[in-house]
């Protein structure tokens, strides 16, 4: 586990946050989420440049603990991180939606800094995290592409499934509308330069 340099830690203006980034939801379908092929390729392209940048946004790793018998159960396979955090990255363990909830990271992100919130489930923990960042202060990015979620079997009004994508675009229109700055993978070069 990284040793975390807290007042480091609260003083960066820059944060990219990997919200429940683990080899189970993201290992290949049916138990990993529909679009975890170009999810893994887009989140290790968004690390891959934040940790190649002039001046390295804080990246912190937040990992899921789900129950007994899920998928990220803890110290099972799919609980594993999918990227293997440098030294200086912090692993925060959470077991609520809202990865703010009974853990540390109030204390490592300023509420004035800026977040990019990469990750998944884009209606749980997406959703909870950039709407609690939000509640915060810091301004919040998200990039389509880099979050996702699985189909939702519908119990009301006959039924049905409604797809991942569909989920994931909604999500987006919603926390675009509550305040979230939209980006596209086209647009990454961009994100951690100094603007």
Same mark, same amino acid.
């Given at each position: 586990? +990284? #040793? &975390?340099d807290h007042a480091l830690a609260a003083s960066t203006r820059r944060v990219l946050l990997l919200l429940d980034v683990q080899a189970g939801v993201l290992s290949d379908p049916p138990r990993g989420v529909p679009s975890s092929?170009? /999810?893994r390729g887009n989140i290790a392209l968004i690390l891959t440049t934040a940790r190649a940048a002039?001046? +390295?946004p804080l990246i912190v790793h937040v990992r899921n #603990?789900? $129950?007994f018998g899920e998928l990220d159960e803890p110290h099972t396979p799919g609980w594993q991180l999918a990227h293997v955090p440098w030294p200086h990255e912090p692993v925060i363990d959470k077991r609520k939606n809202n990865a703010f909830t009974g853990t540390k990271l109030g204390e490592l992100i300023a509420p004035d800094a800026e977040v990019v919130i990469v990750g998944l489930q884009s209606d749980f923990s997406v959703r909870a995290t950039c709407s609690a960042a939000l509640g915060r202060g810091n301004e919040v990015l998200m990039i389509r592409g880099a979050h996702g #979620?699985?189909?939702r079997l519908e119990v009301l009004y006959g039924g049905g499934v409604t797809s991942a994508a569909? &989920?994931?675009a909604e999500i987006e229109g919603e926390l675009e509308e509550a305040g979230v700055n939209l /980006? $596209?993978?086209k647009d990454l070069d961009a994100i951690f330069d100094d603007r």
């Open positions: 586990m +990284p #040793t &975390i092929g170009t /999810l002039q001046h +390295p #603990t789900g $129950d #979620t699985y189909d569909r &989920i994931e /980006l $596209d993978m």
